[in-house]
């Protein structure tokens, strides 16, 4: 079935550090792709997005490349900052269904 | 204020009881969601309005729950004779849809944490 599989956290970075948080999906068809990001105390919200294969999404700093290849679309960041310390979930859009399935969330804690 | 507002914030009840939450979406957002989030999982879906009805309610776990979405507007959740595995944070979203597919950016609430006790 239907399905997302992201890194397990927390995760605990040094400011300036680089992100990697790694996304794959199992999905029917060709699927939108999403990061969705929950700061404490807020409700989820979009990071960014991407619609085909080969698409970037990007927002904030933060990019993810589709990977229709790997089945893939993992988040990055440069250089993180105490700000970006929040619950980030790797989400999709499969064919008709009109609802996300999302994964289960990495917490990241940038320190100062 | 601009966003999906939902209430209660906390709930905390007896396990056989009957609860209510409510969410107020975005003004003009068309489709409503209420997902489920358990501890350390990320949200399952529940059910999925457009307009007044419910086009999608597959992700119900049983008939105990209950969704309606009477003016196309606000919607409230009903559980009935709540069993302690229910306790988790409800979250509903809105969305403007185009009728030709969802965009998947959805609009969430900061939910609803219901404890059954």
């Known amino acids: 079935g239907n399905s997302v599989t992201q890194m397990e956290g927390p995760v605990t970075l040094s400011e300036e550090a680089f992100l990697t948080i790694n996304c794959t999906y199992t999905?029917?068809?060709?699927?939108?792709l999403f990061w969705y990001v929950q700061y404490p105390g807020e409700g989820l919200q979009l990071l960014l997005k991407?619609?085909?294969?080969?698409d970037k999404g990007s927002n904030k700093g933060f990019e993810a490349t589709y990977r229709k290849e790997t089945t893939s679309f993992h988040l990055e960041k440069g250089s993180v900052q105490v700000s970006d310390s929040a619950v980030y979930f790797c989400a999709f859009l499969s064919g008709s269904a009109r609802q996300l399935t999302f994964g289960s969330g990495t917490q990241l804690t940038v320190l100062p | 204020g601009a966003g999906v507002s939902q209430t209660p914030s906390n709930k905390v009840t007896e396990k056989g009881k009957y609860v209510e939450l409510r969410c107020d979406p975005i003004s003009g957002h068309t489709a409503l969601y209420w997902y489920r989030q358990s501890l350390g999982q990320g949200p399952e879906f529940l059910i999925y309005?457009?307009?007044?009805?419910?086009?999608?309610d597959s992700g119900l776990p049983n008939d105990r729950f209950f969704a309606v979405r009477p003016e196309g507007s606000v919607s409230t959740l009903k559980i009935q004779r709540t069993e302690r595995g229910d306790s988790a944070v409800y979250l509903c979203?809105?969305?403007?849809?185009?009728?030709?597919?969802?965009?998947?950016?959805?609009?969430f609430g900061e939910g609803s944490r219901l404890t059954v006790l």
């Open positions: 991407a619609t085909k294969a080969d």
């Open positions: 999905a029917t068809g060709y699927p939108s």
């Open positions: 979203a809105s969305s403007f849809s185009s009728g030709r597919g969802d965009t998947g950016e959805l609009f």
């Open positions: 309005f457009q307009g007044t009805g419910a086009a999608d």
